[in-house]
Nanobody, 114 residues
Framework: QGQVAESGGGLVQPGGSLRLSCAAR????????MGWYRQAPGKGRELIAT???????NYADSAKGRFTVGRDILQNTVFLQMSSLKPEDTAVYYC????????WGQGTQVTVSS
């Protein structure tokens, strides 16, 4: 059973940047699609970015042009580089496999506020 663990969140001012990391244990990154999700207060969990086993990326409209998903196969880590952050990006961010979810990690809190 694979495991995921997110890190890298924090408090950032509007317009700032953050880089989130997802350590994936027991998951072969070049064989599966990984996704980044977020859950804002009082809202459901939203899939915002994916990277396929072959490295093809897709983004929700809310992430297009501002977020970039990538990975390091050797370190078995998936990244989410976020820029031009807005207060509405405030949420807990998670990673998981959209097609075959593993147990959810604790997520990493991102707060965008001045």
């Amino acid at each position: 059973q694979g495991q995921v663990a997110e890190s890298g969140g924090g408090l950032v001012q509007p317009g700032g940047s953050l880089r989130l990391s997802c350590a994936a244990r027991g998951i072969i990154l070049d064989a599966v699609t990984m996704g980044w999700y977020r859950q804002a207060p009082g809202k459901g969990r939203e899939l915002i970015a994916t990277i396929s086993g072959s490295g093809i990326t897709n983004y929700a409209d809310s992430a297009k042009g501002r977020f970039t998903v990538g990975r390091d196969i050797l370190q078995n880590t998936v990244f989410l580089q976020m820029s031009s952050l807005k207060p509405e990006d405030t949420a807990v961010y998670y990673c998981n496999l959209p097609s075959y979810p593993v147990r959810w990690g604790q997520g990493t809190q991102v707060t965008v506020s001045s």
